[in-house]
């Protein structure tokens, strides 16, 4: 029988974390984008303290640029699409000598970007780790599941559902679930956040923080997610799963006026601390003071992500962790 992964906040080994590498993807962003991965993988490598960073390059330049800018990472580089390993790296179950990495197909978010390298990066990373891999014969992101160890699961309707994934319904979705990650209690949220390209990913929504535990954002004024927040606070408590609020950094614009989904939920939780993606925002100070109330053990650190958000994500987006 399949164990169920083991949750984020259980103790690292390492963690992949892509590395902005294609100036025709990133354009005028490229370099703050690199400052900000740098950034992030400083805080989670922590002097040390934290856990290995395995900085991901998809090209030998972006690979010294790594190099350069984060000094204490090991770089590796693979051709890949993108820089987002939560969806396209593999998803380890089990830990110490039973460690196995789970692969998944992957179609570009429902066929939105089809990039080159992107559909067996996962494959790739898990052999140079040493790690054995099998690939599940459907699709699925890592960003739109998040679990707590226990077997429980959260995901969205609006992603798992989605034709644009695979020709499954709830009963399906769930026996792959349980066969492919171990999961028995599967938590169906509704939609994601607005103008989300990944069709509703749950960690931009919703996020174990503990057994039973769940952060979601709380509206504030003007919050264009405002509905969807509140449904999933329903959805969790009618679960009889604990809430807790973060604020929103409620409505944020891109440089052309269109609402982006910026979200605090977006937090990695590493060895020595849990960074919080900032974004300029009202909120910004409040959400990371909510996250240390989560996380007394380890040091909440906020760190601006505008540009990394760009190209349609945050922190967690771009980071997969490996169990130790």
């Known amino acids: 029988m399949t164990s169920p992964p083991l949750p984020e906040w259980s103790p690292h080994e390492a963690v992949w974390i892509g590395f902005p590498s294609d100036p025709d993807l990133w354009l005028g962003d490229l370099k703050a984008a690199e400052q900000e991965v740098a950034a992030f993988a400083a805080a ?21 640029n790594a190099r350069q800018l984060a000094p204490f990472a090991d770089v590796i580089v693979q051709p890949f699409g993108d820089i987002w390993l939560r969806d396209t790296g593999p998803i380890i179950v089990g830990a110490g000598a039973a460690r196995r990495a789970q692969g998944f197909g992957f179609n570009g978010w429902g066929g939105k970007y089809d990039l080159e390298g992107d559909q067996d990066i996962g494959q790739r990373l898990a052999a140079a780790a040493g790690i054995p891999f099998a690939r599940a014969d459907w699709i699925l992101e890592g960003g739109a599941i998040d679990g707590d160890g226990s077997g429980t699961v959260l995901t969205t309707e609006q992603c798992l559902l989605n034709p644009n994934r695979n020709t499954l319904d709830r009963d399906q979705v769930e026996q792959r679930l349980r066969a492919d990650l171990g999961f028995d209690r599967i938590v169906w949220l509704g939609s994601g956040l607005m103008n989300d390209h990944t069709d509703g990913h749950v960690d931009n929504l919703a996020r174990f923080v503990g057994p039973g535990r769940v952060a979601i954002p709380t509206a504030t004024t003007d919050d264009p997610n405002e509905a969807v927040y509140k449904d999933a606070a329903r959805r969790i408590a009618d679960a009889r799963l604990s809430v807790f609020t973060l604020p929103s950094p409620g409505r944020v614009l891109d ?9 605090y939920m977006n937090f990695y939780i590493g060895n020595a601390a849990v960074v919080v993606p900032q974004y300029g925002a009202a909120n910004d100070a409040a959400a990371v003071e909510m996250v240390q109330s989560l996380f007394p053990d380890r040091v909440a650190i ?3 992500a505008d540009h990394v958000l760009t190209g349609g994500g945050s922190f967690h987006c771009i980071s997969q962790q490996v169990p130790a």
């Open 255 to 263: 440089d052309e006026g269109d609402v982006i989904p910026a979200s």
């Open 302 to 304: 906020g760190l601006r």
């Open 44 to 64: 989670v490598h922590a002097d040390g303290r934290g856990e290995k960073v395995w900085l991901v390059a998809a090209n030998e330049g972006a690979g010294e």
